[in-house]
């Protein structure tokens, strides 16, 4: 709670990303050691690392089907109650690949948005985003489309500030290998099977392959593993309070009713459902909004691990 504001305050921009705050940290101990460090960041977008990807394999027995039948299971679908099992399934599987995916900023619905934003606007939609990139991407498989998109949304908007920001807050500098343009040149020319074998579980298969007798198998075959953060733990329990405080005194408030997110803070508490994504992006905004909008939230920008993360003095 310490750190956060001083963290968006190094970001710059409000990217609600949780795996900043261990990121924010963990290049804080590495710059007492090293000033320079290699990082993976690009990896799963161009070698087919993320498991979203093996999305169009496991839909393709409904995305086949006829029009009209498709048309049929949307409607079985719509009627079911929200949270049933096979209603997101029949929903995904009947919806074009370029309505259905943009990556993983997925975290409002519309009809969410609709009642969060006291201004929505119905025409502004993802797809004035990512349209034009589907556009370029036109005649592509649907794996490596997913892969265009996260390269030009995911990767750019997200990933690549969050490593580049957090790393030279620290005065650390940060390289990234895999997005070399040789390396990105060899992967583009390896067949969607080689990464995502239809058979096999294995993500960024020819990558792992490629590496076999070079690195220690214990590595190369482990499974994925991203940058888990304990928020939906945190926002039930020590993280409540404070972040209740916000999300009533913000100023954001003229833009978002904080009445709606205090309530999905609320429904989180009591173990109702898992809203720890919408409640840390509102929460995130809301840090931003008092930092460089209305000026209510003064980040310490001297700010230093917590005693219990700083290196032992010997």
């Given amino acids: ?11 710059d921009d409000p990217v609600a990303d949780p795996s900043l705050v261990p990121l924010y940290f963990l290049a ?3 710059s007492e050691h090293v ?39 949307r409607k079985v679908a719509d009627r079911m109650p929200p949270g049933v099992k096979g209603k997101s399934f029949i929903e995904r599987g009947t919806t074009p690949l370029e309505e259905r995916y943009y990556g993983n900023a997925r975290t409002f619905t519309e009809d969410e948005k609709r009642v969060l934003m006291r201004h929505y606007d119905p025409s502004v939609r993802y797809t ?18 997913m892969q265009y998109v996260d390269m030009f949304t995911w990767l750019r908007g997200d990933i690549l500030v969050k490593s580049d920001r957090m790393s030279m807050a620290h005065s650390l500098q940060l390289r990234t290998p895999y997005l070399d343009r040789a390396v990105f040149d060899v992967a583009a020319r390896i067949p969607v099977d080689l990464k995502l074998p239809p ?21 190369v075959n482990r499974p994925m593993l991203g940058f888990p953060v ?21 100023g954001a408030g003229a833009l978002l009713d904080l009445s709606v997110a205090r309530a999905l803070l609320d429904e989180h508490r ?7 994504r919408k409640v840390w992006t509102v929460l995130v905004f809301c840090i931003w909004y008092g930092i460089f909008v209305d000026g209510t939230l003064q980040p310490d920008r001297t700010h230093n691990l917590p005693a219990l993360l700083r290196k032992p003095t010997l």
């Fill in 230 to 250: 304990p928020t939906r733990v945190w926002l039930r329990e020590e993280m409540y309070a404070w972040t209740h405080d916000i999300l009533t005194t913000s």
């Fill in 199 to 219: 058979k096999s579980d294995a993500t960024k298969y020819a990558l792992r392959r490629a590496l076999d007798g070079v690195v220690p198998a214990g590595i």
């Fill in 1 to 11: 709670m310490a750190a956060l504001p001083t963290i968006i305050w190094h970001l």
């Fill in 28 to 30: 804080k101990m590495a």
């Fill in 270 to 276: 009591s173990g109702e459902r898992d809203n720890s």
């Fill in 128 to 145: 004035d985003v990512t349209a034009a990139i589907y556009a370029e991407a036109a005649g592509l498989d649907d794996v490596t489309k």
């Fill in 35 to 73: 000033t320079v460090v290699l990082s993976g960041e690009g990896a799963d977008e161009i070698f087919g690392g993320n498991r979203i990807y093996r999305e169009p394999h496991a839909l393709s027995g409904v995305a086949g089907l006829p029009d009209g039948l498709q048309r049929g299971l």
